[in-house]
């Protein structure tokens, strides 16, 4: 089982993938989490390139505002400050 988990590091995959099962089969604590995944397997590659950025500009602005005050990179105030 070592060799297998070694394995798995080595290529960057789950034991599931490593032994070719591809699809999760487990449950989501959110349903909305399941069909996301449906979905985003379902996009040709541009779109899920386009759904990605999207989803990680949405979960950088989530951050955002839970730390208040503090300017994201490359923001106006921290052209100000470097000027």
């Known amino acids: 089982m070592a060799q297998a988990f070694e394995l798995a590091d080595f290529f960057h995959c ?3 993938e490593l032994a070719g099962r ?4 487990g449950t989501y604590a959110d349903e909305r989490q399941r069909q996301l995944n449906e979905d985003f397997a379902s996009m040709d590659e541009a779109t ?13 602005a989530c951050a955002q505002e839970e730390s ?8 106006d105030s921290d052209s100000r400050r470097a000027g």
């Open 14 to 16: 789950s034991l599931d």
């Open 68 to 75: 208040p005050g503090e300017e994201p990179p490359g923001s």
């Open 22 to 25: 591809w699809e999760y089969v």
């Open 48 to 60: 899920k390139e386009a759904a990605a950025a999207a989803v990680a500009g949405m979960a950088a």
